[in-house]
T-cell receptor, first 114, second 112 residues
């Protein structure tokens, strides 16, 4: 299995809703990442988990809450989002945060906040 | 942090032509140089990478060249095909940081 699977593919939520994005990989990668991508822009790093521990939080607002239940799963919990949070949310994984290997990205969750 | 510039922002070619995208970085300690391809509605996909001890690497129609002295690396695509149409990102990784810095992307359009 050489894929990163993200669910759901599309999500529409109101500003008072609570929802979660899910990401799964079975490549034995020990680093997992959440990125946010706006249209026609490069991905922006949000969070990094290394060996199931949060290692980087790029000053992301607290309405985004990451969770890594085990080495294969990564969640992003969403609460009280704003319309400007609408974007493509990408999950990625790599063998190890400190090693020079590329990332495997999922296809993303297209989030619309109304 | 790493300052990355990617050019051109848009590249339009005819099918069969070659395409070259250049990425310039600022950190001389950078040691890993990947290129990602992002098709519409998909996440970025690693297509080729090079490490600092190698000057050039080829994989069929794509190649990456590295000039560490000048601090730039380039993606070369030969015999372009319509399915090469996508946005391409460079993402050099500094030795002092565990996280790559993405360029702003190049939209490649291959006309049949």
């Amino acid at each position: 299995d050489t894929e990163v699977t993200q669910t759901p593919k599309h999500l529409v939520m109101g500003m008072t809703n609570k929802k979660s994005l899910k990401c799964e990989q079975h490549m034995g990668h020990r680093a997992m990442y959440w990125y946010k991508q706006k249209a026609k822009k490069p991905p922006e790093l949000m969070f990094v988990y290394s060996y199931e521990k949060l290692s980087i939080n790029e000053s992301v607002p607290s309405r985004f809450s990451p969770e890594c239940p085990n080495s294969s799963l990564l969640n992003l919990h969403l609460h009280a989002l704003q319309p400007e949070d609408s974007a493509l949310y990408l999950c990625a994984s790599s063998q190890d945060q400190g090693l020079d290997y590329g990332y495997t990205f999922g296809s993303g969750t297209r989030l619309t906040v109304v | 942090g790493e300052n990355v510039e990617q050019h051109p922002s848009t590249l339009s070619v005819q099918e069969g032509d070659s395409a070259v995208i250049k990425c310039t970085y600022s950190d001389s300690a950078s040691n890993y140089f990947p290129w990602y391809k992002q098709e519409l509605g998909k996440g970025p996909q690693l297509i080729i990478d090079i490490r600092s001890n190698v000057g050039e690497k080829k994989d069929q129609r794509i190649a990456v060249t590295l000039n560490k002295t000048a601090k730039h690396f380039s993606l070369h695509i030969t015999e372009t095909q319509p399915e090469d149409s996508a946005v391409y990102f460079c993402a050099p990784k500094s030795g002092g940081s565990y996280i790559p810095t993405f360029g702003r992307g190049t939209s490649l359009i291959v006309h049949p």
